[in-house]
C-alpha cells in the first residue's frame, strides 16, 4: 500500500505555502525548539512557542499593541533550554502543517500574499487546534488578531504586495538544448586542440551553428523568464522556459535564417520570438525590461566568448592555435551584432518592443498593422549590404569592446572557405 506521508521540511512546505521572512523563521525555530525537547516532530505547541519567543515579526508586534503579554519567564526557560540540547532540526508533523494551511486561509481572507508570523498566530487559534483553548484563556481572540492585521501599518502593507512567483516548477531543461550544447563545445575543443587543415571548416560550421542556436535559446529563454516574472504564466505552460528551440513560435525565423545571414553576412540578425500575452503583465515596466531581456542574453553570451581577449588568453598565436581564436572572436562578433540589431525600434524587433507599451494607443494600433515588417525590412537592408552607418556602428562596439577585428575576418573565412 503507498505511504503516506507525515513530514515535512521547510523546503518542501515553501513549495506549497508563500512563506514571508518572519513566517519561515518561525517554521525553522519551531523545528529546533522540537528536536531540543526529544519530539520527532513539531507539532502546534511548539510553532506557539516559536512564535512567542520570537521577538521580531507581526505576531509580536500585535500582541504587544492588544496589550497581551502572553511570554513568561518559565517560556523562555522552556525554549532556552530546547533550543540548547537540540540536536538538529525535526520535520514538520501533519496537525502543524494543518496550522499552516490555516494561516494560509487566513492571509488569503486579508488579501495578503505572504504567510508571516501573525498569520500562524491566528491558525493556532483556529477550533479543534490544541492550542486555542490555551491561547483563548488569556484573552486573546482571532477577532481581535484580525482586526489588527487589517490595520494600516508598514509591515501589513509588504504582505499585500504580490511575490514573484516561484519559478521551482516552471523552469526545465529539455534534453533537446544539449544537441546544439554539444556541437558548439564539441567544436569548440576540436579547434582548440589543432585539427588538421581538412578539419577546421566542419569543426568551424559545428561551433558557430551551435553557439549560435544556443544564444538564441539564452535570448528566448529570458524573454520567458521575465515575462513570466511579470505574470504571463502561459509561457510555461509552452514549453518557452524549457530552453527546448523546437518549442518557439517560429524556429524558420528564429533559427535558420538567421543562420543563414550569418553565412552570407557574417553578422546576427533577430529571428521570431516567444509569444508573450502582454496584456497580463503587471505594468509597462516589465513590458519593456521583457523586450530588454532577449538582447540582454545576447550581449551576456558576446561577453562569455570575448572574455578571454580580454584577459590575454589569445597572445602568442600560432598556426595551430588561430582556428579556435579565430572562431571565437568571429561568433563573438556575431553575438554582439545580433545584440544591436535587436535593440533597433523597429516594428517585430526587441528595441520597438521596449518603446511600445509607453506610446499612445492609437500609434500602437497603427504599427501593430506592420506585424514583423520591421524584421524582414531590416534582413533586406542586410541582404542588399545597405545602411553603411549601422555597419559602421557595429564595428566601433566591436572595437570599444576589444575583439581583435583580424581574428573575426579569418574566422569568417573559416566559415566560408
Avoid at 545571414?261 to 546576427?268: A, E, P, Y
Avoid at 571565437?328 to 540589431?341: D, P, Q, R, T
Wanted: glycine share 12%.
Amino acid at each position: 500500500s503507498p505511504l503516506i506521508k507525515d513530514a515535512w521540511t521547510v523546503n518542501e512546505l515553501s513549495h506549497e505555502l508563500p512563506l514571508a521572512r518572519s513566517g519561515r523563521e518561525v517554521v525553522e525555530h519551531a523545528q529546533v525548539i522540537a528536536a531540543g525537547a526529544g519530539a520527532a516532530r513539531v507539532e502546534p505547541e511548539h510553532l506557539l512557542l516559536s512564535v512567542l519567543s520570537l521577538k521580531n515579526g507581526l505576531a509580536a508586534r500585535a500582541l504587544q499593541g492588544l496589550g497581551k503579554n502572553l511570554d513568561s519567564s518559565a517560556l523562555s526557560t522552556r525554549v532556552g533550554q530546547a533550543i540548547a540540547e537540540a540536536p538538529g532540526r525535526s520535520p514538520v508533523g501533519p496537525a502543524a502543517r494543518y496550522v499552516l494551511y490555516n494561516a494560509l486561509k487566513e492571509a488569503q481572507l486579508l488579501g495578503h500574499y505572504r504567510v508571516d508570523s501573525l498569520h500562524i498566530l491566528l491558525g493556532l487559534l483556529y477550533k479543534g487546534t490544541p492550542t486555542a483553548e490555551q491561547l483563548e484563556k488569556q484573552g486573546l481572540s482571532l477577532y481581535d488578531l484580525r482586526q489588527f492585521m487589517q490595520a494600516p501599518g508598514p509591515g501589513v502593507a509588504g504582505l499585500r504586495r504580490r511575490p514573484l512567483p516561484s519559478l521551482h516548477a516552471a523552469i526545465s531543461v529539455s534534453p533537446i538544448f544539449a544537441i546544439p550544447v554539444a556541437g558548439f563545445l564539441g567544436g569548440g575543443v576540436g579547434l582548440f586542440l589543432g585539427p588538421a587543415s581538412a578539419l577546421i571548416f566542419p569543426l568551424t560550421v559545428l561551433f558557430v551553428v551551435g553557439g549560435w542556436i544556443t544564444s538564441v535559446c539564452v535570448h528566448e529563454f529570458l524573454h520567458a523568464l521575465v515575462a513570466y516574472l511579470g505574470g504571463d504564466r502561459s509561457v510555461a505552460a509552452a514549453g518557452y522556459l524549457s530552453l527546448n528551440p523546437l518549442t518557439y513560435t517560429n524556429p524558420l525565423l528564429s533559427i535558420v535564417i538567421p543562420l543563414v545571414f550569418v553565412f552570407i553576412s557574417g553578422f546576427g540578425l533577430p529571428g521570431g520570438a516567444v509569444y508573450v500575452n502582454s496584456r497580463v503583465l503587471r505594468t509597462r515596466w516589465w513590458e519593456t525590461l521583457m523586450s530588454l531581456a532577449g538582447p540582454a542574453g545576447n550581449l551576456i553570451f558576446a561577453i562569455g566568448l570575448i572574455a578571454p581577449f580580454w584577459l590575454g588568453w589569445g597572445g602568442g598565436l600560432t598556426p595551430r592555435t588561430v582556428p579556435f581564436w579565430a572562431a571565437l572572436a568571429f561568433l563573438g562578433f556575431v553575438e554582439v551584432s545580433a545584440a544591436i540589431f535587436n535593440l533597433l525600434p523597429l516594428p517585430g524587433i526587441d528595441g520597438f518592443g521596449a518603446l511600445n507599451p509607453w506610446l499612445p494607443v492609437d500609434t500602437r494600433v497603427q504599427i501593430a498593422r506592420f506585424g514583423s515588417g520591421g524584421l524582414w525590412l531590416l534582413w533586406l537592408l542586410v541582404f542588399w549590404g545597405g545602411g553603411a552607418g549601422l555597419w559602421h556602428a557595429i564595428y566601433q562596439v566591436a572595437e570599444l569592446l576589444r575583439i581583435p577585428m583580424g581574428l573575426v575576418s579569418a574566422g569568417r573565412g573559416q566559415l566560408i572557405p
